[in-house]
């Protein structure tokens, strides 16, 4: 069926939205694919809704490649099984809490971990049955803090997610691998430029989780990336190679001096450089100072502990990666309340010494090895030590990840050095292992007649959002540009000319276009050329065709608005032409 844009249900908008910051929003709303209802709340009009249906069938087809089964489950959903697993208090504003006529609590499901768990162990009892993968293409609700950029992150958004039941680690591996396989599949058919970055530093053994993000300036995750390598990781999950340690025989003792008036790093080097320089026999730098964060932890079990951060002084804490390393436990920065209830903690000249004494745990930066010797504080007013060697003059508590990674900092492979970069997460790959399967007692009974608890992976992709990284990608000042794959026709046949000979000569080819086999968009209204042409950029198929002044001389043209070419060719080649490129 041809789908004439004299009959279709849509506006184009001469300006950009005015709520609108990023390209993806600007052309979406103005091309009529999308309209807000609310702050995250978009409804889909024609074109949009037709590019969205085919970002799911991509999806759909890669997971039905690997076994999964496609199952639907509610969105609105009872608050015990959240009860259970704490996510009802655990999720805080984000959650959608909502109470039915008789004061039953309800939520419109964020992410479906809980029901999954519940609805296997509801049907399945025998080791036989496993492993098993299900899945869901469905409306999630998520109250989000700063719902942004249209629907690339809204409140209500589509999500492919899928969950693995399996016997055992290696199985979940399995499950693992093989969406991580299709997740590759799908995007690099959906034409999305991404990469894949560890997710947490595997500390646990493996990656165990995994995002994929997009390519994209106005992407809200920092990532980085070795380009001589292709390694590449979340900020958090990024591990600082540790430096060859230091012979400590030989080096000089420490010596404790009087600095007045050095309460900042930069002050201090340059206390340095005035009083101690002769000893380094080289410029002290910021680097060769040894700065000591105070932060207090608040962990899960209610206990509340101070601990001592040792970073050097040339880089900041990352909070993102400090929260990250220091996980489940909750961080906060010291009261003026907590330094006077700890009176050895003398703020700007906070030493290792004060708290080893005080048995405050301290933990450094990987980059204080052995044998190094740092200036640092010397827990007394207006004092500082210099040539602290760390494994003769203080022994940490252990290293933690919680300096900032910069530009030009060596990979962790060891083959290149890091750059920071910018992308939009399109999938996540998680092996959960026990969490929810524990909470709600997920066994069947296994070969040798014991139970088994069944181990379980989680998996997202973001349909919706996917539309707009697209359109992120792919668009120019002009407009949209489609892939194939996803473009809401396959092809857009502009009639350019008035001439009666020529409009029936248009639907004569659009005809031929659509007998075999492909869509096609028609732009068959009154509309002068102009008006059709900018709105066939604005839209974006990937090609149009033009019949235009030069039909009378048998030609038409030929606009390729994804590789950005034009030809003209002979009107009867049209039909072939098209199902070239198309095909090709
Ligand atoms: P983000 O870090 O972007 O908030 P997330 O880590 O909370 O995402 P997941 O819970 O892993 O997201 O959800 C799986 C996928 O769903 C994400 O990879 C993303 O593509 C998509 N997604 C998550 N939140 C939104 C949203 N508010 N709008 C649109 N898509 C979303
Ligand atoms: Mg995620």
Same mark, same amino acid.
């Given at each position: 069926?041809?789908?004439?844009?004299?009959?279709?249900?849509?506006?184009?908008?001469?300006?950009?939205?005015a709520d609108?910051?990023?390209?993806?929003h600007?052309?979406?709303?103005?091309?009529?694919y999308?309209r807000?209802?609310?702050?995250? +709340?978009?409804?889909?009009?024609?074109?949009?809704?037709?590019?969205?249906?085919?970002i799911?069938?991509?999806?759909?087809?890669?997971?039905d490649?690997?076994?999964?089964?496609?199952?639907s489950?509610?969105?609105l959903?009872?608050?015990?099984?959240?009860?259970t697993?704490?996510?009802?208090?655990?999720?805080?504003?984000?959650l959608?809490?909502?109470?039915?006529?008789?004061?039953?609590?309800?939520?419109?499901?964020?992410?479906?971990?809980?029901?999954f768990?519940?609805?296997?162990?509801g049907?399945?009892?025998?080791?036989?049955d496993?492993?098993v993968?299900?899945? @869901?293409?469905q409306?999630?609700?998520?109250?989000?803090?700063?719902?942004?950029?249209?629907?690339?992150?809204?409140?209500?958004?589509?999500?492919?997610?899928s969950?693995?039941?399996?016997?055992?680690?290696?199985?979940?591996?399995?499950?693992?691998?093989?969406?991580?396989?299709?997740?590759?599949?799908m995007?690099?058919?959906?034409g999305?430029?991404?990469?894949?970055?560890?997710a947490?530093?595997?500390?646990?053994?493996?990656?165990?989780?995994?995002?994929f993000?997009?390519?994209?300036?106005?992407g809200e995750?920092t990532?980085?990336?070795?380009?001589?390598?292709?390694?590449?990781?979340?900020?958090?999950?990024?591990? %600082?190679?540790?430096p060859?340690?230091?012979?400590?025989?030989?080096?000089?003792?420490? @010596?404790?001096?009087? %600095?007045?008036?050095?309460?900042?790093?930069?002050?201090?080097?340059?206390?340095?450089n005035?009083?101690?320089a002769? @000893?380094?026999g080289r410029?002290?730098t910021a680097?060769?100072?040894?700065?000591n964060?105070?932060?207090?932890?608040?962990?899960?079990?209610?206990?509340s502990?101070?601990?001592?951060?040792?970073?050097?002084?040339?880089?900041?804490?990352?909070?993102k990666?400090?929260?990250?390393?220091?996980?489940?436990?909750?961080?906060?920065?010291?009261?003026?309340?907590?330094?006077?209830?700890?009176?050895?903690?003398?703020?700007?000249y906070?030493?290792?010494?004060?708290?080893a004494?005080?048995?405050?745990r301290?933990?450094?930066?990987?980059r204080?090895?052995?044998g190094?010797?740092?200036?640092?504080?010397?827990?007394?007013?207006?004092?500082?030590?210099?040539?602290l060697v760390?494994?003769?003059?203080?022994?940490?508590?252990?290293?933690?990840?919680?300096?900032?990674?910069?530009?030009?900092?060596?990979?962790?492979?060891?083959?290149?050095?890091?750059?920071?970069?910018?992308?939009?997460?399109?999938?996540?790959?998680?092996?959960?292992?026990?969490?929810?399967?524990?909470?709600?007692?997920?066994?069947?009974?296994?070969?040798?007649g014991?139970p088994?608890?069944?181990t379980?992976?989680?998996?997202?992709?973001?349909?919706?959002?996917?539309?707009?990284?697209?359109?992120?990608?792919?668009?120019?000042?002009k407009?949209?540009?489609?892939p194939?794959?996803?473009?809401?026709?396959?092809?857009?046949?502009?009639?350019?000319?008035?001439?009666?000979?020529?409009?029936?000569?248009?639907?004569?080819?659009?005809?031929?276009?659509?007998s075999?086999?492909?869509?096609?968009?028609?732009?068959?209204?009154?509309?002068?050329p102009?008006v059709?042409?900018?709105?066939a950029?604005?839209l974006?198929?990937? @090609?149009?065709? +033009?019949?235009?002044?030069?039909?009378?001389d048998?030609?038409v043209?030929?606009?390729?608005?994804f590789?950005?070419?034009s030809?003209?060719?002979?009107?009867?080649?049209?039909?072939?032409?098209?199902?070239?490129?198309v095909?090709?």
């Amino acid at each position: 069926m041809i789908t004439r844009l004299s009959h279709l249900f849509l506006r184009t908008l001469r300006d950009d939205p005015a709520d609108a910051e990023v390209p993806s929003h600007k052309l979406l709303v103005r091309a009529g694919y999308v309209r807000r209802v609310a702050p995250g +709340v978009y409804s889909w009009l024609p074109l949009g809704l037709r590019v969205l249906r085919k970002i799911e069938n991509v999806v759909r087809e890669e997971m039905d490649g690997i076994g999964a089964q496609e199952i639907s489950l509610p969105a609105l959903l009872p608050r015990e099984p959240y009860e259970t697993t704490k996510r009802w208090t655990e999720y805080g504003d984000s959650l959608f809490r909502l109470q039915d006529r008789k004061k039953g609590d309800y939520l419109l499901g964020p992410t479906h971990e809980e029901l999954f768990a519940l609805t296997v162990k509801g049907e399945y009892s025998s080791y036989k049955d496993l492993p098993v993968i299900l899945y @869901q293409i469905q409306t999630k609700y998520r109250d989000e803090e700063r719902p942004r950029a249209g629907i690339l992150r809204g409140r209500e958004f589509v999500m492919k997610d899928s969950y693995s039941f399996d016997l055992d680690e290696d199985g979940l591996k399995a499950s693992y691998n093989a969406h991580r396989d299709a997740y590759r599949r799908m995007f690099d058919r959906l034409g999305v430029r991404y990469v894949i970055v560890s997710a947490t530093s595997g500390a646990m053994g493996g990656s165990a989780s995994e995002e994929f993000l997009a390519d994209s300036p106005v992407g809200e995750d920092t990532y980085v990336i070795c380009r001589e390598s292709g390694y590449a990781a979340n900020v958090e999950a990024v591990v %600082t190679p540790a430096p060859p340690e230091i012979p400590i025989e030989g080096q000089a003792p420490a @010596q404790v001096y009087e %600095t007045p008036g050095t309460p900042t790093i930069a002050t201090l080097v340059e206390w340095a450089n005035s009083a101690v320089a002769e @000893q380094f026999g080289r410029p002290v730098t910021a680097a060769d100072t040894l700065k000591n964060v105070m932060v207090k932890l608040q962990h899960p079990d209610g206990k509340s502990e101070i601990v001592g951060i040792g970073i050097p002084g040339d880089r900041e804490v990352d909070d993102k990666r400090l929260g990250a390393a220091l996980e489940p436990a909750e961080v906060a920065l010291l009261t003026e309340e907590d330094f006077r209830a700890n009176p050895f903690l003398v703020k700007g000249y906070i030493g290792p010494k004060a708290l080893a004494d005080n048995g405050v745990r301290y933990l450094v930066d990987p980059r204080v090895v052995s044998g190094t010797a740092w200036i640092t504080g010397a827990d007394e007013s207006g004092k500082h030590v210099v040539g602290l060697v760390a494994g003769r003059d203080f022994t940490p508590d252990g290293t933690i990840e919680a300096a900032e990674v910069r530009d030009g900092d060596p990979s962790p492979d060891g083959r290149g050095v890091l750059h920071a970069a910018r992308g939009i997460e399109i999938g996540h790959i998680f092996q959960l292992g026990y969490k929810y399967t524990d909470a709600f007692e997920v066994d069947v009974l296994g070969e040798n007649g014991k139970p088994v608890r069944l181990t379980m992976g989680s998996y997202g992709v973001g349909v919706s959002r996917m539309v707009a990284v697209l359109a992120e990608q792919m668009h120019d000042e002009k407009g949209l540009r489609w892939p194939r794959e996803v473009a809401p026709f396959d092809v857009h046949v502009v009639i350019a000319n008035k001439d009666e000979a020529a409009r029936a000569g248009a639907e004569q080819v659009a005809a031929e276009l659509d007998s075999a086999g492909l869509e096609v968009l028609l732009d068959d209204r009154t509309a002068s050329p102009g008006v059709k042409f900018k709105d066939a950029e604005l839209l974006g198929m990937p @090609q149009v065709l +033009v019949i235009g002044r030069g039909w009378a001389d048998g030609k038409v043209e030929l606009r390729d608005r994804f590789a950005e070419t034009s030809e003209e060719i002979a009107a009867d080649q049209a039909v072939q032409a098209v199902l070239a490129k198309v095909r090709g």
